[in-house]
């Protein structure tokens, strides 16, 4: 009986394929929204006709279509073609002639978009309350806020009434709402998943997000509705990769016991103590770090720039009709009218120089390891004071964004006073597969049931080994982490390896040329030769002709010589380049050259 399905993938897949009609799924969908009878989880609710024509129009069960029949909900800042879009403001309302470049992707698929969520005003805030249309209910504990801005994408998967939803996620509206309602949310690297038909908060900064009830089916939607998006400005060609096991010990980061914050919660406490334990059991190197760098990175988002992108996008209603604004939302947004164009290009240098202090801190990690939220406040909590609780929420989410890293909120077993237990994996822009590949671990023997719902968390089946298919490189200068072409890397899916030097037998050169100056490394026998301080880097096979495409003359990829007894791939130089050139062999590290000639960076 349906009524005792778990709405997962592998459960409904093999509902349909004994042959259940996806009009029916809609059926149970309408009785499990009467039973939860929460009206705020929804903006728009689709008409129940309307679905089942829709489910009956994808014909004959078809398992080549990745989520044929698969019911979900969308955030109400995203367009659905002919569904007016709020972002939870009356006044602001339209109504798109077409979908959003992953709606179209998720309709292709055969996914079945159920309603429109209720959120947090424009996306502002981590609590869910902060809505004109009646805040929706915790799934897990109604006296318990519902977590935001994505709240009602929350609340509707915890309830497990749609197998997954999408939120948008910028200060951590895409993890918040997945600890609070003890399911999975899946938060991206920038740009993976294109915005265009997205109502931003921070274009610049955020990403659409996506919440499960398990780390597989998350990961499974979000190979769906990702691809690059020409239209989007800021949609970038990454690389996805398929979840295999790790093929390494990770190094992974957590806050020391200086800097951890749980504002007096020694359960919470206690539960990520025992969670970290569980990371380290399975083989993990666990290394405690000062937060303080990340926490003054993630004070910057409500700080210049970052507030002031926030008011371009609701400048005009805010000039015609203020009061349509809710107004904690009004008074944080409009905090940017204080500021001038100045400010917000001081707030980016305060950022990069926030960013360069955090580099050796994260250097050589694989991932770090946080609370998803430090405590949990009430209902009546946010009622007494509307902005602590929700700024105490984002101690462990703010900063994401601002660094560009991916990240997957993940339940774990119960709290010790039953409340649910979460964490968040965070790595690198393009190791959505590392962060998710871990995440399943702590879905692995644990005693919990998914979301609010009877049925307990599936184990999930061994991941197969890591296939070969990356290639090491190395490289010596400007694609060194921090320097300005690293994100050529970066937005290829590769991902820092180590620090390394280069056997004694190679000349260094900074080329002629420039600016940008460039540096050149040759093989040599000459008796000054030396060794080389480089980075290693692992890119994706997939992307290496990418990323050569872009190598101008002299340089070129081949094989470099490493005093630790490996060769891998890396820059080097024709010899007919060092026309002119620096011999800068004698520094052996381009920092050491750019510092002592003063150059940017």
Request: glycine share 8%; charged share 20%; proline share 7%.
């Amino acid at each position: 009986m349906l009524s005792n399905l778990p709405f997962t993938l592998d459960a409904l897949r093999a509902a349909y394929a004994a042959g259940t009609r996806p009009a029916e799924v809609i059926d149970e969908i309408f009785k499990r929204l009467d039973a939860v009878n929460d009206p705020g989880i929804f903006i728009h609710l689709c008409d129940r006709d309307s679905l089942r024509a829709q489910a009956e129009a994808l014909g004959e069960y078809d398992p080549d279509m990745p989520l044929w029949g698969i019911p979900y909900a969308a955030k109400d800042n995203i367009d659905v073609a002919g569904i007016e879009t709020t972002a939870a403001c009356p006044a602001y309302a339209y109504t798109p002639k077409e979908d959003a470049f992953l709606i179209a992707k998720l309709r292709a698929a055969g996914a079945l978009m159920i309603g429109k969520t209720n959120l947090d005003q424009f996306a502002t805030g981590l609590v869910g309350v902060r809505t004109p249309y009646g805040a929706p209910l915790n799934a897990v504990d109604p006296e318990i806020v519902p977590g935001g801005s994505s709240g009602g994408s929350g609340v509707i998967v915890g309830h497990g009434i749609v197998t997954f939803s999408l939120g948008t996620d910028t200060a951590g509206s895409g993890r918040v709402p997945a600890a609070l309602n003890n399911i999975v949310g899946l938060k991206p690297t920038l740009g993976a998943l294109s915005a265009r038909g997205v109502v931003p908060a921070c274009r610049s900064i955020e990403t659409v997000s996506i919440f499960a009830l398990t780390v597989d089916d998350a990961y499974e939607a979000f190979a769906v509705a990702r691809g690059f998006d020409q239209a989007d400005a800021y949609s970038k060609p990454l690389v996805h990769e398929a979840l295999t096991e790790p093929s390494k010990t990770l190094r992974v980061g957590v806050p020391d016991a200086a800097t951890i914050e749980f504002f007096g919660d020694t359960v919470q406490q206690a539960a990520f103590d025992r969670d970290v334990a569980l990371l380290k059991a399975a083989g993990a190197e666990i290394e405690y770090l000062d937060f303080e760098p990340l926490y003054a990175i993630a004070r910057m988002l409500y700080e210049g720039a970052w507030v002031a992108e926030r008011y371009t996008v609701i400048d005009d209603l805010l000039k015609t009709n203020p009061d349509a604004i809710h107004p904690v939302t009004r008074k944080i947004i409009t905090h940017a009218e204080t500021m001038s164009a100045a400010d917000a290009f001081r707030g980016m240098y305060r950022l990069a120089d926030l960013k360069r202090a955090a580099e050796p801190m994260l250097a050589g990690l694989d991932l770090l390891c946080v609370p998803t939220i430090p405590t949990f406040y009430s209902v009546k909590d946010l009622e007494a004071d509307p902005v602590t609780p929700n700024s105490n929420n984002g101690t462990y989410t703010n900063f994401v964004n601002l660094l560009d890293m991916c990240g997957i909120a993940v339940p774990t077993a119960p709290r010790s006073d039953g409340r649910p237990g979460s964490v968040t994996l965070l790595a690198g822009a393009g190791q959505d597969a590392l962060v998710a590949a871990v995440a399943r671990g702590f879905e692995v023997d644990c005693a919990r049931n998914m979301g609010a719902t009877v049925h307990p968390v599936p184990t999930p089946a061994a991941l197969p080994k890591a296939v070969s298919d990356r290639i090491d490189l190395a490289v010596c200068g400007a694609h060194m982490t921090g320097l300005p072409l690293n994100w050529q890397l970066t937005d290829l899916g590769a991902t820092f390896v180590r620090k390394a030097q280069t056997t004694a037998e190679y000349k260094f050169y900074a080329l002629a040329g420039g600016p940008p100056a460039r540096p050149g490394l040759v093989r040599s026998d000459a008796p000054d030769a030396g060794a080389v301080a480089v980075e290693v880097w692992s890119l994706p096979k997939t992307a290496f002709g990418t990323f050569m495409a872009g190598i101008p003359a002299p340089l070129g990829i081949g094989t470099v010589s490493l005093s630790d007894g490996a060769s891998v791939k890396g820059f080097i130089c024709e010899a007919s380049g060092i026309k002119g050139a620096t011999d800068i062999t004698a520094l052996g590290d381009w920092r050491v050259y750019l510092a002592q000639e003063a150059m940017p960076v």
